[in-house]
T-cell receptor
Framework: AQSVTQLGSHVSVSEGALVLLRCNYS??????LFWYVQYPNQGLQLLLK??????LVKGINGFEAEFKKSETSFHLTKPSAHMSDAAEYFC?????????????FGSGTRLLVRP | DVKVTQSSRYLVKRTGEKVFLECVQD?????MFWYRQDPGLGLRLIYF???????EKGDIPEGYSVSREKKERFSLILESASTNQTSMYLC???????????FGPGTRLTVT
């Protein structure tokens, strides 16, 4: 069965600092991996996704993530944090389960950006 | 752009009331989903539908039912609302040819 673990329910960085949000997954089949962002009082918006091909994936707002099969990881990074990046971030894995493709979400990481 | 809309952003209901949450998508997606979101638990799948009049239970279907009479519309029903159903409810849709799900803005339901 697929599962997702996000390390750290809260991450705090200074404006301009590197952002690193960690995600590890468990999957018995080649995974499709996603990062979503949720701004306050809004739904989830796709940041980036990995399906096949290049393991370094670039997304919106300067974020990127690298699929590392040997480490079963898909960590999200951004070189320089902006105040507008403050939000909750969810890692998700998609796979064929119970005769359908489903998304399994991690518990989320809230990113705080200090001025 | 894909648009998923939900009928209410905020809803307050009393214990025992029947509650309807409506979701509409405009991209002719085959698959639609209902999740609930609670702090520290992420998103948990309640029900999903891969076609009109078809439905499948997700991970936490107890206390909920769904209806999909038209392709664009997927309704979540709380037959008799309880306080432990106070939560954020998110609807999503997905094309049968892709893996990405598109989310609505959410309905924050409070049951008192």
């Amino acid at each position: 069965a697929q599962s997702v673990t996000q390390l750290g329910s809260h991450v705090s960085v200074s404006e301009g600092a590197l952002v690193l949000l960690r995600c590890n997954y468990s999957s018995s089949v080649p995974p499709y991996l996603f990062w979503y962002v949720q701004y306050p009082n809004q739904g989830l918006q796709l940041l980036l996704k990995y399906t096949t091909g290049a393991t370094l994936v670039k997304g919106i707002n300067g974020f990127e993530a690298e699929f590392k099969k040997s480490e079963t990881s898909f960590h999200l990074t951004k070189p320089s944090a902006h105040m507008s990046d403050a939000a909750e971030y969810f890692c998700a894995v998609s796979g064929w389960m119970d005769s359908s493709y489903k998304l399994i979400f991690g518990s989320g990481t809230r990113l705080l950006v200090r001025p | 752009d894909v648009k998923v809309t939900q009928s209410s952003r905020y809803l307050v209901k009393r214990t025992g009331e029947k509650v309807f949450l409506e979701c509409v998508q405009d991209m002719d997606h085959e698959n639609m989903f209902w999740y609930r979101q609670d702090p520290g638990l992420g998103l948990r799948l309640i029900y999903f539908s891969y076609d009109v009049k078809m439905k499948e239970k997700g991970d936490i279907p107890e206390g909920y039912s769904v209806s999909r009479e038209k392709k664009e519309r997927f309704s979540l029903i709380l037959e008799s609302a309880s306080t432990n159903q106070t939560s954020m409810y998110l609807c999503a849709s997905r094309s049968g040819r892709d893996y990405e799900q598109y989310f609505g803005p959410g309905t924050r339901l409070t049951v008192t």
